[in-house]
């Protein structure tokens, strides 16, 4: 799989963007009729031009059946063009563009022949000033090779399961409206977690999490949990229902038991691809392994393009996750409540993978611990630690709305 764009250009583009001319980075890009365009150099060459008001994720592919154009875009407001002013030149047969999934467009062009995908780049620096624009170039060609050549890639970010329509656009929260947060209890159905005494991690975190949930909706969040009973939810699927609910914010919870040392407190963990060391491993490898017993395929997930869409939209999300990190474990310990002597962890764990959506993984503490274990089953010990992340919580949010309101000015 070649990358089709390069992912050092663009993260360069987009991080030249928060600059002087400082665009609204969590608005929608714009498709800008007047810097669109589709020009044919040649009988057999045709090459798309789209303006866009910020440098967008996008992906460009080619379907069969009929043969058609595909472009993926991290959401794109088309309002101010028609498709008709497009379509039907060239290469080109009908055009049709919109909204494809929550926070996702696509923009799909019938082609009237095979064609081969030249390239297809975002460009800034032309003549156009500084703003990108989308550069397609197709060419006719056989229907052998178009046949090789055509199909959509699989990525964990497009083949998840369709979520249900949030009819809200999903726009970083700035304060105006209630925080959404999504409570993951961890585990869950044939998948018990840790197990000490007659006592499973998948049940317990779900009775902490149902406090949890009362404890943020009292101070006004709203809250959707990833599973509600003792059930099994592949761990995809709780990323899915997370950006399927909007979610501001998403919060797993965990209390594993580790087979050697003593480790006891609770211990935050944060997104950290480059988190190798083999405790972080063993971890990752323990909290993914619930979906090889259930026997989720996790291959075949990781395509270049994908990770380029997951790194660029990563960029504006991980200084939001250090952040988040930083006010929860200073809300648990000013609560006085132990926490582990590494209180804060990078590691590659799949639920804190999304790459719009804030995530945190909280190990409560360890079941392998008698102190820990205790504390976890201390209705008064869980009542303050639920206090402690409403609090941080709340505290992170507050801070996170006045930079998406700096952002945006
Ligand atoms: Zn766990």
Do not use: C
């Not at 703003?131 to 050549?149: D, G, K, N, S, Y």
């Not at 006010?327 to 590691?347: C, D, E, N, T, W």
């Amino acid at each position: 799989m070649r990358h089709l764009l390069s992912p050092l250009a663009v993260l360069i583009a987009l991080a030249g963007s928060v600059g002087a001319q400082a665009p609204e980075l969590s608005a929608l890009a714009r498709l800008e009729a007047d810097r669109s365009f589709v020009a044919q150099p040649s009988a057999s060459k045709t090459e798309i031009t789209l303006g866009l008001s910020q440098p967008v994720p996008f992906r460009a592919f080619l379907l069969d059946d009929p043969p058609r154009l595909v472009v993926d875009f991290r959401e794109v407001d088309f309002a101010e063009a028609k498709p008709e002013d497009y379509e039907r030149r060239g290469l080109l047969g009908d055009i049709r563009w919109g909204r494809f999934r929550a926070g996702w467009s696509r923009f799909v062009a019938e082609l009237n022949g095979p064609v081969k995908l030249v390239s297809a780049e975002e460009r800034t620096g032309t003549e156009s000033g500084s703003l990108p624009e989308l550069h397609i170039v197709l060419e006719r060609t056989t229907a052998t090779e178009f046949e090789a050549r055509q199909g959509a890639a699989q990525s964990a970010l497009w083949d998840l399961p369709q979520p249900a329509p949030t009819g809200a656009l999903l726009t970083r929260q700035d304060g105006t409206r209630p925080l959404r947060v999504m409570l993951d209890p961890g585990h869950g159905g044939i998948d018990p977690g840790a197990e000490v005494e007659g006592y499973s991690e998948a049940v317990l975190v779900l009775t902490f999490a149902r406090m949890l949930k009362e404890a943020m909706t009292r101070a006004g969040m709203e809250v959707a949990m990833t599973r509600k009973e003792d059930i099994f939810v592949p761990l995809e699927e709780r990323i899915t229902a997370a950006h399927a609910f909007g979610a501001d914010l998403m919060i797993s919870l965990h209390a594993d038991a580790l087979a050697e040392g003593e480790a006891m407190g609770a211990t935050l963990y944060l997104f950290d691809e480059a988190a190798s060391d083999e405790a972080a491993r063993k971890l990752a490898e323990r909290h993914d392994r619930s979906d090889l017993l259930a026997g989720v395929d996790l291959e075949g997930h990781d395509d270049a393009v994908a990770g380029v869409l997951m790194d660029l939209a990563r960029l504006e999300t991980q200084p939001r996750v250090v952040r988040l990190g930083q006010v929860l474990s200073g809300a648990i310990k000013g609560a006085g409540l132990r926490m582990h002597r590494h209180p804060v962890q990078g590691a590659d764990f799949a639920v804190l993978r999304s790459p719009d959506i804030p995530s945190a993984l909280v190990e409560l503490g360890f079941m392998s611990s008698e102190v820990d274990r205790a504390r976890l089953h201390d209705p008064e010990w869980r009542a303050e630690m639920a206090a402690a992340l409403v609090a941080g919580v709340q505290r992170w949010a507050e801070a996170d709305a006045a930079e998406a309101r700096l952002l945006r000015q």
